[in-house]
């Protein structure tokens, strides 16, 4: 979770507020995500998308991730990956 804080004032003295700004899920299946997400009415951000990575000092070379974004219902953003084990 990524949180915000901030004070501001009211009618009643001063504020101290705590928002998530965004989440980051681990999943087995990225587009199943995303499809519930979509499903429950909220936009893509960015769709399922593959990036190999470069490893260093590693018997991999390549890392293998799928990731998505997606705006929950607080307008946070929501990020859904998976590490593929071999490439």
Do not use: W
Not at 40 to 55: C, E, F, I, W
Not at 60 to 71: N, V
Request: charged content about 25%.
């Amino acid at each position: 979770n990524i949180l915000l804080s901030h004070k501001h004032k009211t009618h009643s003295g001063e504020c101290s507020c705590k928002m998530i700004k965004g989440n980051c899920f681990d999943t087995d299946d990225p587009l199943a995500a995303v499809k519930r997400v979509q499903e429950a009415g909220y936009p893509v951000l960015v769709p399922p998308t593959n990036v190999k990575l470069p490893l260093t000092g590693s018997k991999k070379s390549e890392l293998l991730l799928t990731y998505a974004y997606c705006m929950g219902p607080v307008g946070e953003v929501i990020e859904f990956y998976k590490e593929h084990k071999e490439v």
